[in-house]
Protein backbone atom coordinates (compact mmCIF):
# COMPACT_ATOMS: atom_id res chain seq x y z
CA UNK A 1 0.00 0.00 0.00
CA UNK A 2 1.68 3.38 -0.97
CA UNK A 3 0.63 6.09 1.87
CA UNK A 4 2.10 9.42 3.02
CA UNK A 5 4.88 8.24 4.52
CA UNK A 6 6.66 6.78 0.89
CA UNK A 7 9.61 8.83 -1.07
CA UNK A 8 9.94 9.99 -4.16
CA UNK A 9 11.99 6.68 -4.58
CA UNK A 10 9.26 4.36 -3.72
CA UNK A 11 7.20 5.35 -6.25
CA UNK A 12 9.77 5.44 -8.48
CA UNK A 13 10.28 1.63 -7.73
CA UNK A 14 6.93 1.21 -7.41
CA UNK A 15 6.30 2.44 -10.95
CA UNK A 16 4.07 0.32 -13.44
CA UNK A 17 5.35 2.26 -16.73
CA UNK A 18 5.85 5.46 -18.25
CA UNK A 19 2.77 7.48 -19.22
CA UNK A 20 2.06 10.22 -21.61
CA UNK A 21 0.20 13.47 -19.98
CA UNK A 22 -1.55 15.95 -22.03
CA UNK A 23 -1.51 19.16 -20.49
CA UNK A 24 -4.40 21.51 -22.07
CA UNK A 25 -4.97 24.95 -21.65
CA UNK A 26 -8.54 26.07 -21.02
CA UNK A 27 -10.94 26.96 -24.03
CA UNK A 28 -11.79 30.69 -25.00
CA UNK A 29 -14.65 31.96 -27.17
CA UNK A 30 -14.04 33.46 -30.35
CA UNK A 31 -17.34 34.78 -32.19
CA UNK A 32 -19.46 32.93 -29.52
CA UNK A 33 -17.80 29.58 -30.06
CA UNK A 34 -15.27 28.13 -27.69
CA UNK A 35 -11.75 27.45 -29.30
CA UNK A 36 -9.73 24.22 -27.75
CA UNK A 37 -6.99 25.95 -25.71
CA UNK A 38 -3.28 24.88 -27.16
CA UNK A 39 -1.94 21.43 -25.39
CA UNK A 40 1.31 20.30 -25.01
CA UNK A 41 2.64 16.78 -23.89
CA UNK A 42 4.79 15.03 -21.03
CA UNK A 43 6.47 11.99 -19.90
CA UNK A 44 5.86 10.84 -16.49
CA UNK A 45 7.04 7.44 -14.79
CA UNK A 46 3.93 6.69 -12.66
CA UNK A 47 2.42 3.81 -10.45
CA UNK A 48 -1.25 3.34 -11.94
CA UNK A 49 -3.29 0.97 -9.64
CA UNK A 50 -7.12 0.43 -9.35
CA UNK A 51 -9.34 2.77 -7.55
CA UNK A 52 -10.77 1.55 -3.82
CA UNK A 53 -14.33 1.80 -2.36
CA UNK A 54 -12.89 4.66 -0.17
CA UNK A 55 -11.22 6.69 -3.19
CA UNK A 56 -14.62 6.58 -4.93
CA UNK A 57 -16.35 8.15 -2.43
CA UNK A 58 -14.14 11.16 -2.59
CA UNK A 59 -15.19 11.66 -6.29
CA UNK A 60 -18.63 13.44 -6.37
CA UNK A 61 -21.95 10.76 -6.56
CA UNK A 62 -22.18 11.30 -10.02
CA UNK A 63 -18.57 10.45 -10.77
CA UNK A 64 -18.36 7.17 -8.81
CA UNK A 65 -19.90 4.73 -11.65
CA UNK A 66 -16.55 5.48 -14.09
CA UNK A 67 -14.04 3.74 -14.19
CA UNK A 68 -11.49 5.31 -11.55
CA UNK A 69 -7.59 4.34 -10.84
CA UNK A 70 -5.13 5.96 -8.64
CA UNK A 71 -1.73 7.53 -9.91
CA UNK A 72 1.46 8.00 -7.98
CA UNK A 73 3.63 10.42 -9.61
CA UNK A 74 6.61 12.60 -8.84
CA UNK A 75 5.46 14.94 -11.16
CA UNK A 76 2.86 17.73 -10.50
CA UNK A 77 -0.85 16.59 -12.44
CA UNK A 78 -3.19 19.04 -12.90
CA UNK A 79 -7.44 19.49 -12.13
CA UNK A 80 -9.43 22.03 -14.31
CA UNK A 81 -11.71 24.12 -12.40
CA UNK A 82 -13.19 27.52 -12.13
CA UNK A 83 -10.76 30.29 -12.57
CA UNK A 84 -8.25 27.54 -13.84
CA UNK A 85 -5.55 28.22 -16.73
CA UNK A 86 -5.66 24.84 -17.38
CA UNK A 87 -8.41 22.26 -18.33
CA UNK A 88 -7.54 18.84 -16.31
CA UNK A 89 -4.43 17.12 -17.61
CA UNK A 90 -5.56 13.70 -19.69
CA UNK A 91 -3.00 10.57 -19.09
CA UNK A 92 -2.53 8.05 -21.36
CA UNK A 93 -2.91 4.17 -19.68
CA UNK A 94 -2.85 0.70 -21.07
CA UNK A 95 -4.17 2.36 -24.38
CA UNK A 96 -6.61 4.42 -22.64
CA UNK A 97 -7.38 8.30 -22.23
CA UNK A 98 -8.02 9.15 -18.15
CA UNK A 99 -9.07 12.38 -16.97
CA UNK A 100 -7.48 13.71 -13.85
CA UNK A 101 -10.28 14.71 -10.73
CA UNK A 102 -8.50 15.01 -8.17
CA UNK A 103 -4.46 15.50 -6.92
CA UNK A 104 -3.04 15.30 -3.28
CA UNK A 105 0.17 16.14 -2.79
CA UNK A 106 3.06 14.39 -0.80
CA UNK A 107 6.26 15.42 0.02
CA UNK A 108 7.81 14.45 -3.00
CA UNK A 109 5.25 13.15 -4.91
CA UNK A 110 1.39 13.33 -5.93
CA UNK A 111 -1.11 10.91 -5.84
CA UNK A 112 -3.98 11.57 -8.16
CA UNK A 113 -7.59 9.50 -8.40
CA UNK A 114 -8.40 10.07 -12.70
CA UNK A 115 -10.99 8.48 -14.37
CA UNK A 116 -11.86 6.82 -18.13
CA UNK A 117 -13.12 9.12 -20.47
CA UNK A 118 -16.02 7.87 -22.95
Sequence with gaps: MI????TADDIDALATGTYTVTRRAVATFAAGRAVAGATSTLTVTAAAVP?????????????????TRIVFTTTALLVGGQ????????????????????VESFPGYYRAIVQATA
Design 51 to 67: ATGRDLLRLPEGRRATE
Design 83 to 102: GSANDADLVGIDGRTWEVQQ
Design 3 to 6: DASF
